[in-house]
């Protein structure tokens, strides 16, 4: 008799325990998944799992995703996911230029609209039926990222971040530097100096202008996304030395394309001259290069 009731206590555990996996199993779930920066083998672990058991997936070049990820999305049906669809910035539609690289423009209102509407139809309804939606971003999702308007508008549905190497962790290791050992500072600022981009925010007036942000010469990296070189340059002199070091660092993570430009605030104008800057390049500026 002890024996029975033990096995049936034993057996009520187990099934408790269970129970929660097996609701789980049937419910949706909705992830903003990295694929890390530059080369495709720049991808987490966690992040190639999460696509892999993937039934519906939403990227902002859909072609350029399955020739890339090829391997992994295989004939999982992707879907456009916009630039700032659901975004604070002003939205945009991506298209490739004859170079290959990403050109952001204006999208229109009706336009917009339909969209949004179809990819909120896509998601709620792959979640409501059980599947696991991805939505694939590149670097750090959360670091002016133009998907995190996603995460407010499916907070209901409890998405989960996955992370992944910004372009700011591979162009530190491309710098090859510790660049918090800045002398004046050991602080480093991130930036989009915001009111000097094309796609600053309606109306932003932010206290972060290049001017404030200079005043404690702390390290500063600059997520470039549209910035004017030369006007950066002078407001950044009226802060720091002339010949405070400055480096570009050009296609991040990539080992085919990835280059460092080095110079000082004095000389990287004349240096680049006319030279086209590509969208993916960061720029920093501090003590901690020389």
């Known amino acids: 008799m ?33 694929t890390g920066v530059g080369d495709a083998d720049n991808m987490s672990v966690r992040a190639w799992r999460t696509i892999e058991r993937a039934d519906v997936v939403l990227a902002m070049q859909p072609e350029q995703a399955r020739e890339k ?13 916009g ?5 604070r910035m002003p ?8 170079q290959g690289g990403r050109q952001p ?3 229109a209102a009706p336009e917009l609209a339909d969209q949004q509407e179809q990819t909120r139809k896509i ?15 590149s670097g750090d999702p959360t670091i002016y990222g133009p998907q995190t308007g996603y995460l407010r508008e499916f907070a209901d549905l409890a998405p989960q971040v996955i992370p992944g190497i910004s372009s700011f962790n ?6 090859g530097r510790g660049i918090t ?8 600022i991130l930036t989009a100096a915001a009111s000097k981009t094309p796609n600053a925010p309606a109306g932003y007036h932010g206290r972060d202008s290049l001017t404030e942000l200079a005043k404690s010469q702390s390290t500063l990296v600059f997520f470039t996304m549209g910035l004017n070189l030369p006007d950066v340059v002078a407001q950044l002199k009226t802060s720091y030395p002339a010949d405070t070091p400055i480096a570009l660092v050009l296609h991040a993570g990539s080992a085919a394309r990835q280059r460092v430009v080095r110079a000082t605030l004095d000389s990287i104008v004349a240096q680049l001259g006319d030279e086209p800057l590509p969208f993916e390049h960061l720029i920093y500026v501090g003590d901690f290069l020389r």
């Open 2 to 34: 002890r024996y029975r009731y033990g096995r049936i206590c034993g057996c009520c555990l187990l099934l408790a325990l269970a129970l929660p996996v097996l609701a789980a199993a049937g419910q949706g779930a909705f992830y903003l998944v990295s």
């Open 69 to 81: 990820y090829a391997e992994l999305l295989k004939d999982k049906p992707v879907h456009p996911a």
């Open 83 to 87: 630039h700032g669809l659901f975004g």
């Open 91 to 98: 939205q945009r539609l991506v298209a490739t230029s004859a």
């Open 105 to 107: 423009g204006p999208a």
């Open 123 to 137: 998601i709620r309804d792959a979640v409501a039926a059980g599947k696991t939606v991805v939505l694939l971003d």
């Open 170 to 175: 591979a162009a530190n290791a491309a710098l």
């Open 181 to 188: 050992e800045g002398r004046p500072s050991r602080s480093v």
